[in-house]
């Protein structure tokens, strides 16, 4: 009986240590069926960090691609922007699919020099954005540090009724 208890507690304990890995960052599982289909049919994305008070910033409409695997949205910013100053501190951003009424979710931002990533944003944004493709990033925006590139990782999910409300306190992670 005890070899029986101890081969279940191994088990148990190997199951929830795949789960976790497999469940991305922070045991997060990643985006949802809706979500992904959201991303689909969005163009845009709407972008807000926190302020150092803990408030909300004003969102702001972003172009964007997701990651190889879909886990990862990615999007690009001016260097010194508010956007890239905060997340540069450390802000989790508050992401809203398609508008201000789409889904939305708390996702950890990172700043990242990651070529796949570059690539993958120089690559997808001129398909996606045909019409506006000459005025894009372009690879010596990025090399010249005029231009960053940024990973957000999905962390939280907001309730389907989460709204923009800069000024007030940023939801808690």
Request: hydrophobic share 40%.
């Amino acid at each position: 009986m005890k070899r029986f208890a101890t081969l279940s507690v191994l088990a148990v304990a190997t199951a929830l240590t795949i789960s976790i890995l497999t469940a991305g960052p922070a045991g997060c599982a990643g985006f949802s069926d809706p979500e992904l289909k959201a991303f689909d049919q969005a163009t845009t994305v709407d972008v807000a960090t926190v302020r150092k008070d803990g408030n909300q910033s004003k969102p702001a409409p972003v172009w964007f691609t997701m990651s190889a695997d879909r886990a990862q949205l990615l999007i690009q910013a001016h260097k010194g922007s508010w956007k890239d100053k905060r997340i540069r501190r450390g802000s989790p951003v508050i992401v809203w699919i398609g508008g201000l009424n789409g889904p939305s979710f708390v996702g950890k931002a990172e700043i990242t020099k990651d070529a796949a990533v570059v690539d993958k944003i120089l690559t997808d944004y001129p398909k996606k954005y045909t019409m506006n493709a000459l005025v894009g990033p372009s690879r010596e925006n990025f090399e010249s540090g005029d231009r960053i590139a940024i990973r957000i990782t999905p962390v939280k999910d907001l309730p389907a009724d989460f709204s923009s409300a800069p000024g007030t306190p940023a939801p808690a992670l």
